[in-house]
């Protein structure tokens, strides 16, 4: 596609319910990452794949949190027993490979309240 | 480890005027890049200017320029002839070359523009 697509936009759940994120990345992008936006806060980095290689999970904040990115293309973050602490905006970031020099281009994301 | 700072949590601009953004950072790596990204209310993170870290030439992208200053290591951003579009978040974040070049972030500076 044309940019990096997330779903859903907003997202409402109950504490204890377990959401999925979705992000699309840009056709041949080899590189795609999430962060987290926090109220107030900067973007915090939570997960990084690159091709077939095995991803780099070391900021996820805790055991709740997974990622998997099929066929190299769409990646679905999910977050089980959801807290109200998870609260935040949820950015994907895809690239064309490892250089800075190539930039990145991130969706909307989606803003997961937890009630 | 690298840490990005943004000291300001808000600034304000006249129409017309010019803005100074402020941005330190910290990392031993020599082969880095430094973005500066604007965030609107739609929340989609836009890339603003972005300096390679060995050139000693500062970036410039029509109203927008930066003062890189390695050894200070300091990355400010400079916004000319302030235009009411330019309300918005703006983050400072390092990628360092390698490894999974991964976006450190600030936490960001609200601009406003005074009509």
């Known amino acids: 596609g044309a940019g990096v697509s997330q779903s859903p936009s907003n997202k409402v759940t109950e504490k204890g319910k377990d959401v999925e994120l979705r992000c699309d990345p840009i056709?041949?992008?080899?590189?795609l990452y999430w962060y987290r936006q926090s109220l107030g806060q900067g973007l915090e980095f939570l997960i990084y794949f690159q091709g077939n290689s095995a991803p780099d999970k070391s900021g996820l904040p805790s055991d709740r949190f997974s990622a998997e990115r099929t066929g190299g293309s769409v990646s679905t973050l999910t977050i089980q027993r959801t807290q109200q602490e998870d609260s935040a905006v949820y950015l994907c970031?895809?690239?064309?490979?490892?250089?800075?020099?190539?930039?990145?281009?991130f969706g909307s994301g989606t803003r997961l309240t937890v009630v | 480890a690298q840490t990005v700072t943004q000291s300001q949590p808000e600034m304000s601009v006249q129409e017309a005027e010019t803005v100074t953004l402020s941005c330190t950072y910290d990392t031993s790596e020599s082969d880095y890049y430094l973005f500066w990204y604007k965030q609107p209310p739609s929340r989609q993170m836009i890339l603003v200017i972005r300096q390679e870290a060995y050139k000693q030439q500062n970036a410039t992208e029509n109203r927008f320029s930066v003062n890189f200053q390695k050894a200070a290591k300091s990355f400010s951003l400079k916004i000319s002839d302030s235009q009411l579009g330019d309300a918005a978040m703006y983050f400072c974040?390092?990628?360092?070359?390698?490894?999974?070049?991964?976006?450190?972030f600030g936490k960001g500076i609200t601009l406003s523009v005074r009509p």
């Open positions: 970031a895809s690239s064309f490979g490892l250089l800075p020099a190539y930039g990145y281009t």
């Open positions: 056709s041949g992008h080899t590189a």
């Open positions: 974040a390092l990628a360092i070359t390698g490894a999974n070049s991964k976006l450190t």
